[in-house]
Antibody, heavy 120, light 113 residues
Framework: QAQLQQWGAGLLKPSETLALTCAVYGGSFSAYYWSWIRQSPGKGLEYIGE???????KYNPSLRSRLTISVDASRNQFSLNLISVTAGDTGVYYC??????????????WGQGTLVTVSS | DIVMTQSPDSLAVSLGERATISCKSSQSVFYPSNNNNYLAWYQQKPGQAPNLLIY???TRESGVPDRFSGSGSGTDFTLTISNLQAEDVAVYYC?????????FGQGTKLEIK
């Protein structure tokens, strides 16, 4: 089972950029897809997007205009950047591994979560 | 987007009894070409990340106790927890991975009666 460790700034002001990175330890990084999920009291669990080791991405349409997910396969890491944050982006952000069959799959390993608060 | 709706929102069950959680999708998550339902279940305990229980609607993840079982097809799914234990107190979520954006149910909070 892979271990996912994530980090990034937890307190942001409105209009700033949310930046998180997730490092993967154990398992084969190139054999899986990787995802970001967030959780807030108002919206529950929300899919942000996913990336494969070659850098091909899929994004939630509701976030696409502000979102970039990138990968550094040489470091077994992937990252999330969300620009122009508002209070509505407050929540716990998780990175996760997708155990995929074909183009789709379930989330079988999760990071520990990062609480991100957007407040002036 | 596929909307996932769970019921009930909360549930209290006595130790040793059975808990049943329903999940309905707004469209089918069954893929005929491989005869699989693209539906997973997760358990989340306070302060922790969600933990995978079930995938393909009914396949138990390695290490998950066999008192957890999943069933259903198409748009209607059920998670059953038999012989409820104290450590099963958690919030349970269904999740469709059939299409993007992937979506989750709103969660069902399970407590001990």
């Amino acid at each position: 089972q892979a271990q996912l460790q994530q980090w990034g700034a937890g307190l942001l002001k409105p209009s700033e950029t949310l930046a998180l990175t997730c490092a993967v330890y154990g398992g084969s990084f190139s054999a899986y897809y990787w995802s970001w999920i967030r959780q807030s009291p108002g919206k529950g669990l929300e899919y942000i997007g996913e990336i494969d080791p070659s850098g091909t991405t899929k994004y939630n349409p509701s976030l696409r205009s502000r979102l970039t997910i990138s990968v550094d396969a040489s470091r077994n890491q992937f990252s999330l950047n969300l620009i122009s944050v508002t209070a509505g982006d407050t929540g716990v952000y998780y990175c996760a591994r997708i155990y995929r069959v074909g183009a789709n799959g379930w989330l079988d390993s999760w990071g520990q979560g990062t609480l991100v608060t957007v407040s002036s | 987007d596929i909307v996932m709706t769970q019921s009930p929102d909360s549930l209290a069950v006595s130790l040793g009894e059975r808990a049943t959680i329903s999940c309905k999708s707004s469209q089918s998550v069954f893929y005929p070409s491989n005869n699989n339902n693209y539906l997973a279940w997760y358990q989340q305990k306070p302060g922790q990340a969600p933990n995978l229980l079930i995938y393909w609607a009914s396949t138990r993840e390695s290490g998950v106790p066999d008192r957890f079982s999943g069933s259903g097809s198409g748009t209607d799914f059920t998670l059953t927890i038999s012989n409820l234990q104290a450590e099963d107190v958690a919030v349970y979520y269904c999740h469709q991975y059939y299409s993007v954006p992937r979506t989750f149910g709103q969660g069902t909070k399970l407590e001990i009666k």
